[in-house]
Every structure is written in structure tokens, then in C-alpha cells.
């Protein structure tokens, strides 16, 4: 027979053994949240008011920030809780609640990525088309289908989690539920689950990614070729803020995928940059490289 147990609870343990370095994690966590929030809101509330602004590419930027909020949401608030009260324990149901919005939030931002290259691509290698192609139904048909793929994407993966059973243990060596960690202690994998991750890790990260770099370097052809320099020098700046941010979350991510599956204090590292900092960072890339935004964000500051 095997030894497996349906799971009720879980105990989360982020930083062991670092009882007194505490009050310093917790404000470092708050500091990042509530900054992380204040900008991401910043953005939002700028790209509403400013009518110049409406436009698909500030729309997918709208977006993007929307995902980086609730990214911080689904982590840190709770993670303040365990630290402040002391309390780890995790429902089920609070632990597999935070992995669906987790993959959400993450399948969203794959794809918003993707859908913001090909933005540009439109924008600077078929221009005459742009407003055509992509126009208010259009832009607004895009974003209602990125968030319903990503909800019902989460559901399918979740379910398959929610048919794992543990046998090793039920303590997580992290500070929220993901799926590395809790299928590092299942003994009942199905075969079904490696076969939706692969599929999902073809099909939102390699082929988004694969088409991301055909489109820059159709993009990039297309700028070298222009006369102008005052063109060139616009083109690059349309597209710099969302390269550095491509490379960021997928350099991020290969780092994740390489990091061996004992190495804990690496993992929650990569955790912490990943879902806390890189949300942060990324409404500041933006408003630091592009000069609309910065006007527009002076002019309602």
C-alpha cells in the first residue's frame, strides 16, 4: 500500500532559523509591496486620465501593471501575516486559492508580453495598418482574451494539482504555495500533469518568445534601414522599455529553471526577485524610457 495522505493543511517555512533577522524581512517585504503598489498605481491612474495615453500600446502597459499588483498581492500580504503573527499554518484551500492566481497573473504576463511585441512590430514595420489592425474592439477582444485564457489555463493546471497526494511531508520551504514545491513532496504525480506543463511551457513561453524574437528582428531590420536618424532614435526608444523587460523576466526565469531542485535558499532568492522586485521594477522601466509617460505623469503629479 502506499503512504499517501489527503493533505488539509499546510505549514509554510520561509527564512528558518531567522527568528532574528524577522522585523528586518518584514519591513523590507512592506517596503516592497507598498512601493511596488504606489507606482503600479501611478501608472494606472496616469494612463486613464491622459487621453493622449489611450492608445493599445498604453493599454497593454495599463495591463502589465494591473498583473504586477495583483502579482505582489498574492504573496506578500500573506507572507506579512506569517511573520507578524507567527502563524504558518495553511489551509488546502488557502494554498491551492494562492497557486490558481499565481498562474494566472504568471500566464497573463506571458502573454501580455507577446501580444505588447507584436504591438510594436504593427507599429513600426506596417504602420499604415496600425490603426486598423489594431483599434479600440480589437484591443479590447485582446485583453478580455488574455485574462480568460489565463483563468481557465490556472484552472486546468490547479486540477491536476489538486489529484496529487502527499507522502513525504506537508512543511514548504517556501513563502507561498507553488508547484515546484509541492510536487517536491507528492508521491502520486500523474502522467496527465508533466504532459500539460510541457504542453504549457511550449505553448506560452517557448512559441510566445520564439515569435517575440522573429518580430524584433523584423522590427530591428526595419530600423537600421531608416534614413532618418531622429527615426531611428524614436523607433528604439518605443521598443527599448519593452525589451529590457522581456530580457529581465525571461532571463529571471531561465535562472529559475536552472537552479537545482535541493538548492532552497537559491529557490526563495529567485522567488523573492521574481515576485516582488521585477513587479516593482517594471513600471519604473517604463516611465524611465518613455517620454510620454514621463510628461504625462509630471503633468498630473
Known amino acids: 500500500m502506499k503512504n499517501e495522505t489527503s493533505v488539509k493543511y499546510f505549514y509554510l517555512l520561509p527564512f528558518s532559523g531567522e527568528t532574528r533577522s524577522k522585523p528586518f524581512i518584514t519591513a523590507f517585504f512592506f517596503l516592497i509591496y507598498v512601493v511596488g503598489v504606489l507606482i503600479n498605481s501611478s501608472i494606472i491612474t496616469v494612463i486613464c486620465l491622459e487621453v493622449q495615453l489611450h492608445k493599445p500600446m498604453y493599454l497593454f502597459i495599463c495591463n502589465l501593471s494591473i498583473v504586477d499588483i495583483f502579482y505582489t498581492s498574492v504573496m506578500v500580504p500573506k507572507l506579512l501575516h506569517m511573520l507578524l503573527s507567527g502563524n ?12 490558481y492566481f499565481f498562474f494566472v497573473v504568471g500566464t497573463t504576463e506571458e502573454i501580455l508580453l507577446f501580444v505588447m511585441a507584436f ?12 490603426n486598423e489592425i489594431l483599434n479600440h474592439k480589437n484591443c479590447t477582444l485582446i485583453t478580455v482574451a488574455i485574462w480568460v485564457v489565463a483563468f481557465l489555463n490556472s484552472l486546468l493546471f490547479v486540477t491536476l494539482v489538486l489529484y496529487m497526494s502527499s507522502c513525504h511531508s506537508n512543511i514548504i520551504h517556501q513563502f507561498y504555495c507553488d508547484a515546484k514545491s509541492l510536487t517536491q513532496i507528492t508521491c502520486t504525480t500523474s502522467e496527465m500533469f508533466f504532459i500539460v506543463n510541457s504542453a504549457e511551457i511550449l505553448m506560452l513561453a517557448f512559441i510566445p518568445l520564439m515569435c517575440t524574437f522573429i518580430s524584433y528582428g523584423k522590427i530591428f531590420s526595419v530600423i537600421f534601414k531608416m534614413k532618418s536618424k531622429e527615426s531611428r532614435k524614436k523607433a528604439f526608444s518605443t521598443c527599448s522599455s519593452h525589451v529590457t523587460i522581456i ?25 523573492i526577485v521574481y515576485t516582488t522586485i521585477v513587479p516593482m521594477t517594471n513600471p519604473l522601466i517604463y516611465s524611465l524610457q518613455n517620454s510620454n509617460v514621463q510628461s504625462a505623469l ?4
Do not use: M, N, W
Open 88 to 99: 504558518h499554518i495553511v489551509s488546502s484551500a488557502q494554498c491551492y486559492t494562492q497557486l
Open 119 to 130: 504591438d510594436r512590430y504593427v507599429a513600426i514595420c506596417d504602420p499604415l495598418h496600425y
Open 298 to 301: 509630471l503633468r498630473v503629479l
Open 247 to 271: 530580457t529581465i523576466y525571461y532571463g529571471i526565469s531561465l535562472v529559475g529553471y536552472l537552479i537545482p531542485p535541493y538548492s532552497e535558499v537559491l529557490d526563495t532568492v529567485f522567488d
